[in-house]
Structure formats: structure tokens, C-alpha cells
């Protein structure tokens, strides 16, 4: 299993292509704009596109979505459905564009199978409502749900304070260690953020 990490759109959203060099296959995790460059990424791995998967419905993390079904028809798209409003209303004109084509909703305790890889889906609401962190053996896909050294905002709408200190707080007490994969910004690992990070400090103590 090899991640490749790329910035995209003018906020720097952390588009991932995780792959599988023996299966042949591969995932793109988060493809919210720039897809000729997700789409180059994709075709250097050699492996064929198996599915997306959204951490959340933001346009930044979501902007590609339709551009790559273009370059890879037929391909599914994963998105928790607390974070799809009606086309027209006021959230998805601001902040959740309307997704079309298979989109399909996956929640907690969900297992999407790509090559010989499982990413295990946790419901980690609070920045949004359907915001969702990807466990993929070590490898913690968190969207915008946890920084390094911060957590997301929690003013939009499906926002929660209270959500997001309880989703941190569920991550901060996963067993072990993890490397942390963010929405935004530089990577990070769970024993750093469980020892420094204000937002999680203050979720772990309840």
C-alpha cells in the first residue's frame, strides 16, 4: 500500500491517491479541484480507479467530484449522507455542491474494500454532520475533522462544538498509534496530537 499526497484549489486541500501495487488498484480520497493532476497521479501509479471517498461534503474537498466522474466513468463516489442538503437550498449553494451520478452513502462501521485494502469508516461528526475519518491500517484519513496542533471550525452549518470534542475525543483514545492524514496543512501522528494539540487536550479531559 503507497499514498501519494497532492495540494489542490486555492485553500491547498490534501487530495490522497492511495494505491495497491499488487491489486493494481487505487482509491482517491478527497479530489476537490485540479483533477488533471489527480487524474496524471492516478494513471503514474499504474493502478486503475476503484472508487472516491469523501472525508465531507465541502465544496473544497468535493469541487472534483464531477469532473473526475468525467475521467473515470462509471466509478463510485462515497459520501456520508448527512452532508448531501437539496440542490437549491442554501447549504449546498454555499458550502455541500450537489453531487449526481453513484453516489452512495457509507457510515459508521462501513468497510470499503479496494484491492487488499479495507478502510474502515468512523462517524466523526462536528465540523460538518456527516464529516468521517478513513482508518486504513495505520493511517488515519481525518478530512477536517483533526490538524496538527487544531481541529476544524465548527460554524457552518451541521457544525458542533460539542460533536467535534467528542469526535476528537474518540480518536485521541484509538488504541496504539496512528500517522494523521488532514484535510489541510502537514500530517501529523495521534501521540503528538494527543500530547500538544489544545482542541484535543481539552476533549480528552471530557
Known sequence: MKIASLQVGPIQTNCYVVYDEDAKVCAVIDP???????AQTVALTGCSLSCILLTHGHGDHTGGVKKMQEKFPGVPVYLNERDRYPEGSAAAEYLFPALHGDIRNYDEGDRIQVGGMTFAVLATPGHSEGSVTLQLEDFLFCGDTLFAGS???????????????ASLRRLGQLPGDYQVLPGHMDPTDLSCERSTNPCMLQALRG
Do not use: H, M, N, P
Not at 32 to 38: D, L, V
Not at 152 to 164: A, L, N, Y
Open 151 to 165: 481541529c476544524g471550525r465548527t460554524d457552518f452549518v451541521g457544525g458542533s462544538q460539542e460533536k467535534i470534542l
Open 32 to 38: 476537490g479541484a485540479e483533477t488533471t493532476r489527480i
